[in-house]
């Protein structure tokens, strides 16, 4: 049980939680319709505009509407808590099996249907900026979802859904731009899904450190690791989703 209410909500059971909220599973009472709640860490108000922005930013990334995109059904502030409602998948992450046996089919499903959510979202200058493991969801064995998109950022938005100072991203995942802090667009978003490619594939990251800088710096000044012989077939599509230049990529 979390330990103060959302109005129209019962929430019974904390689902999990990360660097900027905590995920509930929850019961939206009008609709009779179990949802899941992520609540923002309050000390994310210490910026003041906070709230304002996130509540814009989330407001706009609802309205991706994609079958391999989770959905949104709610955004709001009370009492200070800002959170979003979503739709509830009980199927876990890509993160609970990723260094597990994948089938090849299973990759090609996962690949394709991020590709073409990312395509979606990209066409209407959406970008992610954070593709991970723990943000693929399953619905079902072969129907894959990826969340937080309600922390997003739109496309020349000028906003930033982070304090200052602090790096937006995954490190392990992370494109050369995005490390160095520039303006990235939906090319960034396919180096990290061409990351995860190799993570499914080999069941290693690509660059790896202790420290979150290092691994950043190496995406930025290392070469893209050569894939055992056994997965040689795929090192040419490597090299182009792991190209230091977004202009090398695929686009």
């Known amino acids: 049980m979390a330990d103060f209410e959302l109005p129209g909500y019962e929430l019974y059971e904390r689902l999990g939680r990360g660097g900027m909220a905590t995920v509930y599973r929850a019961l939206h009472l009008n609709l009779d319709r179990e949802v899941a709640i992520k609540v923002m860490d309050p000390a994310m108000n210490s910026d003041e505009s906070f709230s304002e922005r996130f509540i814009r930013e989330a407001r706009i990334s609802a309205r991706l509407t ?62 992610h900026r954070d593709i991970k493991p723990s943000n693929i969801m399953r619905r079902s064995e072969e129907d894959f979802v990826l969340a937080d998109f309600g922390i997003a950022r739109a496309a020349n938005s000028g906003t930033q859904m982070t304090q200052t100072g602090l790096m937006v ?60 012989e056994s997965l040689s077939v795929y090192q040419d599509f490597l090299n182009k989703g792991l190209a230091k230049s977004a202009d090398d990529r695929f686009q």
């Open 66 to 127: 994609h079958p391999h995109i989770l959905q949104i059904y709610d955004v709001n502030t009370f009492e200070g808590l800002n959170y979003i409602a979503m739709e509830l998948l009980v199927g876990g992450e890509l993160a609970d099996f990723i260094h597990g046996d994948m089938q090849q089919k299973t990759i090609y499903l996962i690949l394709q249907q991020m590709t073409e959510a990312l395509d979606y979202a990209s066409g209407r200058g959406y970008i």
């Open 169 to 228: 991203g995954t490190p392990s995942y992370m494109s050369p731009e995005q490390a160095k802090g520039q303006e990235v667009d939906g090319r960034s978003d396919l180096y990290a899904l061409a990351v995860l490619a190799y993570e499914m594939l080999t069941k290693t990251l690509p660059y790896e450190s202790e420290s979150a800088v290092t691994t950043a710096v190496k995406h930025l000044t290392e070469d893209i690791p050569t894939l055992p």
